[in-house]
Nanobody
Framework: QVQLVESGGGLVQPGGSLRLSCAIS????????IGWFRQAPGKEREGVSC????????YYADSVKGRFTISRDNAKKTVYLQMNSLKPEDAAVYYC?????????????WGQGTQVTVSS
């Protein structure tokens, strides 16, 4: 059974930092793109960052460039999102996503999310 388990969310003051983790089991990471998405109350889910697991290329939403860093540890099958200089508008539930396109089939898995609150 495929599981993505996020952790590391919490309450932080503006300007603070958090590191989110996404522990993945039930699949090998080879070929999967792993991404972080977020959804704030009343807003649509949006992509924050992703990492191409084959070449390790990384991508960021403009709103988080220079503040967030995505990384992976293949041995631990864990993907991280280091979030620095957090702003109130970064508050949301953060979700981890793993996706692989193989021929006609798309494998798409989501975690349950972890809450990030940015408030003084």
């Amino acid at each position: 059974q495929v599981q993505l388990v996020e952790s590391g969310g919490g309450l932080v003051q503006p300007g603070g930092s958090l590191r989110l983790s996404c522990a993945i089991s039930g699949i090998t990471l080879r070929g999967y793109a792993i991404g972080w998405f977020r959804q704030a109350p009343g807003k649509e889910r949006e992509g924050v960052s992703c990492i191409n697991n084959k070449e390790g290329n990384t991508y960021y939403a403009d709103s988080v460039k220079g503040r967030f860093t995505i990384s992976r540890d293949n041995a631990k099958k864990t993907v991280y999102l280091q979030m620095n200089s957090l702003k109130p508008e970064d508050a949301a539930v953060y979700y981890c996503n793993a996706v692989l396109e193989a021929g006609w089939t798309t494998y798409d898995y989501w975690g349950q999310g972890t809450q990030v609150t940015v408030s003084s």
